[in-house]
């Protein structure tokens, strides 16, 4: 006789009797915590994360704007970005704060310097992957997906200098000054003064978000209807904060990386281009940290440019902490700075 294989051996139970155990074991995992549990309603069963105890009654405040999850609505919202980066864009969101531990501080400082709240950090995550190389499919590049508009003689409105030797986008400080002044001009006005309404208004452009505004007076960014990703992001942005401020309660264990120190010699007016090969091996490090460092350098070119009519006062150059003064002397006697 032939030996019955596992599968033949494999034991199964009438549904009324799964059912009654798979109640059971739901019940079980609901009582030994709250941070991820699995509730059924209409016959559909799923994993479902769900907001800390505390927040439901104080709410969060994200931008200076209280967001107000007692409203069974708004908390609905949030927690929906919440499980989308929790399940579906879990290894992304891991790889955002760890670039976060990284190359935060620039963009930080400079968010403080320009007086923007410094929740909008998440924003540069959001559009930008917090990564100089992010490029969309609205031309947008770096940290803050900036994308070029066209005015009406056809020209574009960029603020920016790229060429083929560098990209202001790519640059942590140059782009989040740039997003500043965007954010800055869009918050100024009546129809976007509210942190919430700028973010979208920055995002979709600012005639779309005036114009669901006008249609609903006096309303907050919870109570009126806007373009699809507005709709979106702005609940993202508070599910991700929420998130990155409860990762214990969430299960997001991801150790906390040091961040990247460095010195910075300002722009310089230099005399010829400026390898980074050459500054890696007065700093003895290798290029690729090097141009991590400088990532507003074009990798293909691998130089830091002169000055031109563009950028007249040349473009800045980062160096591992501690090695600003020794760089600079070798600037000057290599010839590409003068005496």
Request: proline letters at 7%; one cysteine or more; charged letters at 25%.
């Amino acid at each position: 006789m032939k030996r019955q294989t596992s599968r033949e051996h494999r034991c199964t139970l009438p549904w009324p009797v799964a059912r009654t155990l798979i109640a059971l074991a739901v019940a079980i995992l609901g009582v030994l915590g709250d941070q991820g549990h699995c509730y059924a309603q209409s016959g559909y069963w799923r994993a479902h994360y769900v907001l800390p105890k505390e927040l439901r009654k104080t709410g969060v405040v994200f931008a200076g704007e209280r967001i107000p999850l007692n409203r069974e609505g708004v908390a609905t919202r949030v927690v929906e970005q919440m499980n989308y980066l929790l399940m579906d864009r879990r290894a992304s969101m891991m790889e955002w704060f760890d670039r976060m531990a990284q190359y935060s501080e620039p963009v930080r400082r400079v968010l403080a310097e320009e007086k923007i709240p410094s929740d909008l950090i998440y924003l540069s995550v959001l559009i930008g992957d917090f990564s100089p190389g992010t490029k969309t499919s609205s031309r947008g590049v770096g940290w803050w997906a900036l994308a070029p508009t066209e005015t009406k003689g056809g020209a574009s409105d960029a603020q920016w200098v790229s060429t083929n030797d560098w990209d202001d986008r790519r640059d942590p400080e140059i782009s989040t000054r740039i997003a500043c002044s965007m954010l800055h001009r869009l918050h100024s006005k009546k129809e976007t003064g509210n942190w919430l309404l700028t973010v979208c208004a920055f995002v979709d452009g600012a005639e779309k978000i005036e114009a669901s505004v006008k249609k609903a007076p006096a309303f907050t960014f919870w109570d009126i209807v806007l373009p699809p990703r507005s709709e979106v992001l702005v609940p993202r942005l508070v599910a991700l904060k929420i998130i990155d401020s409860h990762r214990d309660f969430y299960g997001v264990d991801v150790p906390r990386l040091q961040p990247v120190r460095s010195d910075s010699l300002g722009r310089l007016k230099l005399e010829k281009e400026l390898p980074l090969h050459v500054v890696a091996k007065w700093c003895k490090v290798t290029p690729r940290a090097l141009w991590e460092l400088n990532p507003g350098v074009e990798p293909g070119t691998g130089a830091i440019p002169k000055p031109d009519k563009r950028s007249p006062s040349g473009f800045p150059l980062r160096v591992p902490k501690g090695r600003e003064a020794q760089v600079r002397d070798l600037l000057i006697k290599d010839g590409y700075l003068k005496p």
